[in-house]
């Protein structure tokens, strides 16, 4: 049996083609795949700058689809559940991994980065990676459970308390979902910095008290009066001038959550952070939250739709990628789907 494929191929090439659907061995379980998300992480990869995957892959983390097949040992799982996928697989028996932090494992790699994703029209997967979707989630925004998963264990990283006041660095996905996040947990005034307004006009939709568009010349007059004003800060980002922002905005005693990527090493005032007591962490995977991710979003408690910004069949998967790369600021969340 065929299945048709699309492969990253070269540099921000991609190639469609065809190969045999695999048989699901001992405790995995073929998927159909529905909808797809498009990341900046798979443009990233195809550009050459993030340092693993190998051509050709079929790229693809941000998966939702229908249970098609099972393989011998798979329990609770039947043809037609509708799923979706948390693509990080772990050796499964280090220290880490058996204290369910396989995020941790020196060993794990992720679908769709490591291993062949979810641009095909089926996926041989873990089962023991696939979490149902209740009724009121749909394929489309199953899609987004990868990504605020992510940001939901940043969250559990941080002290919130009620009332307290929260900035976040950033105007991508992540940042919008960090917004709604931490207005869920208690955040009484939430402030979103990016560069784009239509992004921003979306955070104030999303909760965001106040936001402030970085390249405004109004900006440079906001900074300083929000200096020392915030509990907590994300960056969402991840460069040298986010970072700065962050440690400049916090409060003594504030807390500091590192989530963008820079891709290499950057500058940071050490100093601010001793002198000001500051917390720092760090935020990857949370493989613990998923069950959680599934109920905000059937509880309406987050919202993924709003993010949702284009379509494109299967067929056209190129033409999404030409778009995400081209389109960055009309691109907020673009989805792929099988017809």
């Known amino acids: 049996m065929q299945k048709k494929v699309w492969q990253w191929t070269g540099l921000n090439e991609v190639t469609s083609t065809t190969a045999e659907r695999g048989q699901p061995g001992t405790g995995e379980a073929e998927i159909r795949i529905v909808s797809i998300g498009i990341c900046g992480t798979d443009l990233h990869i195809m550009s050459g700058h993030a340092g693993f995957g190998v051509p050709p892959l079929p790229l693809g983390h941000e998966l939702a689809g229908v249970v098609e097949r099972i393989g011998p040992g798979v329990d609770g799982w039947q043809p037609g559940d509708r799923v979706c996928i948390d693509p990080l697989i772990g050796c499964g028996v280090c220290r ?69 006041h929260a900035a976040v660095i950033g105007d991508g996905p992540t940042g919008l979902y960090y917004v709604q996040l931490l207005k869920a947990a208690g955040a009484s005034k939430v402030t979103l910095f990016g560069m784009r307004d239509g992004r921003l006009e979306l955070g104030r939709r999303l909760g965001a008290d106040v936001t402030v568009n970085l390249r405004s010349p109004d900006a440079a007059a906001a900074e300083p009066e929000a200096a020392e004003t915030q509990d907590i800060a994300i960056d969402a980002a991840g460069n040298e001038a986010s970072l700065k922002l962050c440690i400049d905005l916090l409060k003594r005693g504030g807390q500091l959550l590192l989530f963008g990527l820079p891709g290499h090493p950057i500058l940071a005032d050490i100093q601010a952070v001793v002198l000001k007591e500051l917390t720092l962490s760090g935020s ?16 309406g408690s987050v919202q993924v739709k709003p993010l949702l910004s284009q379509r494109y069949p299967f067929e056209e998967l190129d033409l999404a990628i030409a778009f995400a790369r081209n389109e960055p600021d009309e691109a907020v969340k673009i989805i792929v789907s099988h017809s």
């Open 96 to 164: 880490e991994c058996l204290a369910g932090s396989k995020h941790r494992c020196a060993q794990s790699g992720e679908i769709g980065l490591h291993y062949p994703g979810g641009w095909q029209e089926y996926l041989v997967a873990p089962a023991a990676n696939l979490y149902r979707l209740p009724d009121a989630v749909s394929f489309e925004e199953a899609t987004q459970a990868e990504t605020l998963h992510c940001c939901l264990g940043g969250i559990d990283k941080l002290d919130i308390r009620l009332g307290c």
């Open 284 to 299: 990857t995977n949370a493989p613990q939250v998923w069950p959680r991710v599934l109920e905000l979003m059937a509880s």
